[in-house]
């Protein structure tokens, strides 16, 4: 390892590779950093956990003055109130039948349960269920990204429809995912401000004005229109990833986590990895300069990745790593990669300190 | 569901979506077919397992004749080990330091057992911790696919290198992945021949004739040239998926493992499902239509895939699924779909018949 490498004097300690380490220090650091600009701004935090999935980095979140989390589903959603989690908001346009509907209701009898919805049809369901619960539903609306969300004026008729349906209305929230790529947050971000003015217009005309105005996301969190929006959802500031890194939405100083993994084979200017898709994710925007990114290398770029291969290819005269040395590679998507581990080790100045299971893997439903 | 759709009488037994469903009897004749095809042409079948890591599968792929099992890591030989599998060969360049060492001792001292080299210093590593046990080591050469495996011509040299360390060398092997591509099997096939047939002479000359020469892919295996090769090491097969669909090595009623999804919110001419890069995985190669596909809706297109949603985009003039509806997306690359999944569902004539846990997923180390 270069000399600085946070793995530089502890390869002793280290599991077997290819394994996710998390630098414990960095990650305190990223979450106060996230914490710190949204008091600022004066918004409401709710970080999404799906990010991580881990129980003890929730609670450090709320220890850092997050106000609850954010969660993509209904089991997401049972691992964390079964950690002591107290108000979740499932972020996803669920379409609620009679086995959801009981978990839901049994949830919301718990804790502060907020879900979203994006259509009448939708809205009409979960009444059906769910009417009179202390479930409360968010309207999603579309701020651009074109994924769920309903348009923008139609935000009231959704309000309406869902407090017809029995339905307590806690607000509006969109994703502007349309922020990933390069240069794109800035617009991403007034997008985001405009749909939820005009679905907050649209919600009050109709008699619900929204409570929570809810948006934001890791690379457009620090660009939110506080004048429009009063909570942020981001999720990936915990960790990071090269993706956010490659954005400019980060410092590869600000990557928490990374897969360890073994120089396991070389051919040319080219050495193979023993940490694959298996380990990293396949995800590979089209802007991203290859399947993941190595901190310590930063001229290093990894053209190809299989399940159990990342080749990675050293630029001409630069010393390629020797064959059974460890090297750090960080995930292009670290959602992805932390829901492939069964666990994480953690690193405190380079040295293992615990291993933290990830709780909600794989809970997809 | 259109009519015949395997879903069709039985959402009531259904989990919640998204989960992977199996269909077994089209798994079934999957099997059969392959064990079939390397029985005709005299090839010994030795199943890739990291596509199902399924003890049940693994069993069946034995019981239709097939010698033995491929595995990609020491975790997914110890899951099948302990399962009963009695012949394994890991067939990945493993850096043998003491923890993998130990490994791979306790397993070696328990069924047959044979793992990757690529290089003299691997077989040297290799050598220094298991010099003189059971363990068998396969030269591993590049037949055009550009990962791991030393040049044909050098096979001779690890294989020297190997024996002097005091290792039993049982072969050579090549993976032709560069068949999965359009048009590009029956080039890769013949790659992988020449390959195998200049590394066996290179053996043959330094004196370690290998008496398995191992190739084959689920793309190629049809193509194998069994003048040269006499052991295939499929994996896809069992399943197959998007991906071997759209490069014709199956038809869309061969793939047998599809995730099962509702359909959430609607916009246009697209739905989107709750299925996303989560359940599916994100692999999409530079030629795939999309990030899977709907084999009862072949017109239509997944356009974008995030962690929970599929965006899938329907032709002008197709009826839109309702919301609420159940659909079937086969992933692209089925290895990465099994590997996201605690289990999966079998079903058979559509209704759920069992439910087989992943017994290896995520052994990764």
Redesign the interface.
């Known amino acids: 390892m270069p000399a600085g490498s946070p793995l530089d004097a502890y390869h002793k300690d280290l599991?077997?590779?290819?394994?996710l380490a998390v630098d414990v220090d960095v990650m305190d650091r990223n979450l106060l950093r996230m914490a710190t600009s949204a008091t600022q701004r004066g918004l409401a935090l709710r970080p999404h956990a799906?990010t991580h999935k881990i129980l003890k980095i929730a609670q450090r979140q709320l220890d850092y003055g997050a106000v609850g989390l954010t969660v993509?589903?209904?089991g997401e959603a049972e691992v964390f109130v079964a950690g002591g989690i107290e108000d979740l908001f499932i972020a996803?346009?669920?379409?609620v039948?009679g086995?959801?509907a009981n978990r839901l209701q049994a949830l919301a009898e718990r804790v502060r349960l907020r879900v979203g919805v994006?259509?009448a049809?939708?809205a009409t369901?979960i009444g059906r269920h769910l009417a009179g619960s202390a479930l409360e539903v968010m309207v999603e609306v579309?701020s651009g990204h074109?994924?769920?969300?309903t348009q923008p004026d139609d935000a009231g008729k959704v309000a309406r429809t869902a407090a017809r349906a029995g339905l307590a209305v806690g607000g509006v929230f969109t994703f502007p995912?349309h922020g990933y790529g390069p240069g794109r947050a800035g617009a991403a971000a007034a997008d985001e401000a405009q749909a939820l003015s005009a679905a907050a217009a649209a919600m009050t005309g109709a008699g619900h004005p929204p409570a929570v105005v809810s948006g934001g996301s890791t690379p457009t969190a620090a660009l939110t229109d506080r004048t429009a929006v009063n909570e942020v959802r981001p999720g990936v500031y915990v960790f990071n990833d090269a993706q956010q890194a490659e954005l400019g939405s980060c410092s590869w100083q600000d990557v928490a986590l990374t897969a360890v993994a073994?120089?396991?084979?070389?051919?040319g200017r080219?050495v193979?990895l023993?940490?694959g898709?298996?380990?990293l994710?396949?995800?590979?925007a089209a802007w991203a300069t290859g399947g993941g990114r190595l901190p310590e290398y930063q001229d290093a770029r990894v053209v190809?990745l299989?399940?159990?291969?990342a080749?990675v290819a050293f630029p001409e005269g630069h010393p390629l790593p020797d064959?059974?040395e460890m090297l750090r590679i960080a995930p292009n998507?670290v959602?992805?990669a932390v829901?492939?581990?069964?666990e994480v080790v953690v690193l405190k100045g380079g040295a293992v300190v615990d291993t933290w299971p990830v709780d909600a893997r794989?809970r997809?439903?």
């Open positions: 599991p077997a590779t290819p394994f799906k993509a589903t209904i996803y346009p669920l379409w039948t086995e959801k994006d259509s049809e939708g369901m579309d074109h994924r769920s969300g995912g073994t120089v396991v084979s070389r051919s080219n193979i023993d940490a898709s298996k380990v994710g396949a995800d590979q190809a299989s399940e159990h291969h080749t064959l059974g998507h959602c992805a829901n492939l581990a069964d794989g997809n439903s």
